[in-house]
């Protein structure tokens, strides 16, 4: 693995786990045993690795979407794959890492904010959409609105005044969320395929 990546990564781990403020280069080039002139070498500052480690995270998010979307056998399954690999992403995750970005690295946190009002709010609106299509929502949901609610209930979970994170998980809210909004989206039919695949889901363990 190439310095740079390595950096990015070890950068990766120390801002999920301690937010962005608080991890300073000299942080990173200690946990790594390497000199602050090296990470300076790959990278001109720290709104420059911010916004590479971020980009990173979005990606893996964008292509984890993806991938769910093709293989998904409906809409219901859909969004119940996703909450899977949710915990791949928020394990671990500091909610502070989103307000970081907003007050210290505006760029990244403008990144961020146009992925989710372009390729997330798509893939919302697309799901509701093969959803209705499939027959398992309700027909009489207004998709506009429904999308942008869901999509700033993203947010919810990252804020500390609401949630603090000595009380509660990230994973923890996102699952009440995303369930909160698929049964309220789904008709019988819907309803039926999510006791459904919680079922198969529950017995996996046990093959």
């Given at each position: 693995?190439?310095?740079?990546?390595?950096?990015?990564?070890?950068?990766?781990?120390?801002?999920?786990?301690?937010?962005?403020?608080?991890?300073?280069?000299?942080?990173?080039?200690?946990?790594?045993?390497?000199?602050?002139?090296?990470i300076?070498?790959?990278?001109?500052?720290?709104?420059?690795?911010?916004?590479?480690?971020?980009?990173?995270?979005?990606?893996?998010n964008r292509?984890?979407?993806?991938?769910?979307?093709?293989?998904?056998?409906?809409?219901?399954?859909?969004?119940?794959?996703?909450?899977?690999?949710?915990?791949?992403?928020?394990?671990?995750?500091?909610?502070?890492?989103?307000?970081?970005?907003e007050?210290?690295?505006?760029?990244?946190?403008?990144?961020?904010?146009?992925?989710?009002?372009?390729?997330?709010?798509?893939?919302?609106?697309?799901?509701?959409?093969?959803?209705?299509?499939?027959?398992?929502?309700?027909?009489?949901?207004?998709?506009?609105?429904?999308?942008?609610?869901?999509?700033?209930?993203?947010?919810?979970p990252?804020?500390?005044?609401?949630?603090?994170?000595?009380?509660?998980?990230?994973?923890?809210?996102?699952?009440?969320?995303?369930?909160?909004?698929?049964?309220?989206?789904?008709?019988?039919?819907?309803?039926?395929?999510?006791?459904?695949?919680?079922?198969?889901?529950?017995?996996?363990?046990?093959q």
């Amino acid at each position: 693995m190439e310095i740079k990546d390595r950096i990015k990564q070890k950068a990766d781990e120390l801002y999920r786990k301690y937010g962005v403020k608080s991890v300073t280069m000299d942080e990173i080039a200690s946990q790594m045993g390497v000199s602050k002139k090296t990470i300076y070498q790959s990278f001109s500052d720290k709104n420059e690795l911010v916004d590479e480690v971020i980009g990173d995270m979005l990606d893996f998010n964008r292509s984890c979407c993806l991938d769910n979307n093709h293989e998904a056998k409906d809409a219901v399954h859909e969004i119940l794959h996703t909450l899977e690999n949710l915990e791949n992403i928020l394990l671990d995750l500091n909610p502070t890492i989103l307000f970081d970005l907003e007050r210290s690295h505006p760029a990244t946190f403008k990144k961020f904010t146009k992925y989710k009002y372009t390729f997330l709010f798509d893939l919302v609106k697309k799901n509701i959409q093969r959803g209705l299509k499939e027959g398992i929502y309700r027909s009489e949901m207004n998709v506009d609105i429904i999308s942008k609610v869901r999509i700033e209930s993203l947010i919810l979970p990252f804020r500390e005044e609401l949630f603090p994170k000595n009380q509660y998980a990230l994973m923890d809210i996102q699952k009440e969320l995303v369930e909160f909004f698929l049964y309220g989206m789904v008709n019988a039919k819907g309803h039926e395929l999510i006791l459904k695949y919680k079922k198969e889901k529950s017995k996996k363990p046990e093959q």
